[in-house]
């Protein structure tokens, strides 16, 4: 008889429920991007809330038809955030009392990570991790270099970070204002790999931390001057890179770390990928397919629990 993890991440963009067997194999995956209407950048937390609640019900009764229910023996949700006492929004809480009513109903275990775990655990999905290494979290709402201790669980120290917006919410606005929907990464992403142009940009670090307003302001000009979508998309993912590599290469020697774990929505970008292989270090990406909003790390970590 079959035994399965289930795994709930309700973010600011995505509903996701994922269910991993004992061999950690995933046998259900349901993601449902949130609605956002044309125009906008994002969605406020009540209409985020209210979507991820339409969305749970469909995404659990696929998985109904896909496992035998009974045979789950854990749940693991996002419950905010990041693991820190005062780390809060209100989306997570959608997915947590959704997974509470299945644990109640079940008569099985709930255990509540953070959505930064859930994407830390998605890296080590598919690639062994050491037990000290950097890790990186870039997102819609999260940029933050983080020095990891890795044992089962995670223990997370900030070491490097923005100091005004996050890389997602950066790319989001840019594309929002060169007439893209929302969210922008992807399309983004293809235009800038159709040309190898790039506008110059100096870089503010200090202390391993760094402005990206002034690049938005920068990048919002130029296509209102040049209206070169392609242009200013390779500018803005090139320049991303290259400042977080600086960080990177930075933090190797500070902290005596070679390993580089690379997660979250953003880095999925093919272009920033591209830079961060030239970190003089072991670089290890999270796969595409896991890396952005998606329960596949809360579900594997219940697998490691059990087992």
Request: with cysteine; aromatic share 10%; proline share 3%.
């Amino acid at each position: 008889m079959k035994a399965y993890s289930l795994g709930i991440d309700t973010s600011c963009y995505t509903t996701s429920l994922v269910a991993i067997d004992e061999t950690n194999k995933i046998v259900y995956a349901g993601r449902k991007l949130l609605k956002v209407k044309k125009g906008t950048v994002g969605l406020r937390q009540s209409d985020a809330f209210f979507q991820h609640v339409q969305n749970l019900p469909e995404l659990y009764h696929a998985c109904t038809e896909t496992i035998d229910v009974s045979n789950i023996k854990n749940i693991v949700v996002s419950t905010k955030p990041r693991p820190i006492e005062d780390s809060y929004m209100p989306v997570f809480m959608a997915g947590a009392h959704f997974a509470r009513v299945i644990s109640d109903t079940l008569k099985i275990p709930l255990i509540e990570l953070s959505h930064q775990e859930n994407h830390l655990f998605a890296s080590a999905y598919n690639h062994e991790l050491p037990r000290n290494f950097i890790g990186v979290h870039i997102s819609g709402g999260t940029t933050e270099i983080l020095k990891v201790s890795y044992d089962k669980i995670f223990n997370l120290e900030i070491i490097g970070h923005t100091l005004d917006i996050s890389f997602g919410k950066l790319i989001d606005r840019v594309g929002v204002h060169m007439g893209f929907d929302f969210p922008c990464g992807k399309t983004l992403d293809h235009l800038a790999r159709k040309t190898n142009s790039i506008y110059p940009f100096k870089y503010s670090i200090k202390e391993n931390a760094f402005n990206v307003s002034g690049l938005e302001n920068k990048l919002k000009f130029w296509f209102d001057e040049d209206l070169n979508p392609e242009k200013v998309s390779r500018t803005m993912f090139y320049h991303l890179g290259n400042m977080l590599l600086l960080v990177l290469e930075n933090l190797k020697v500070t902290h005596g770390l070679n390993v580089v774990v690379l997660s979250g929505g953003v880095s999925a970008n093919t272009i920033i990928r591209e830079i961060l292989k030239n970190f003089s270090g072991e670089m290890i990406f999270t796969d595409i397919e896991y890396a952005t909003d998606h329960a596949v790390g809360n579900s594997y970590y219940g697998m490691q629990v059990r087992l």
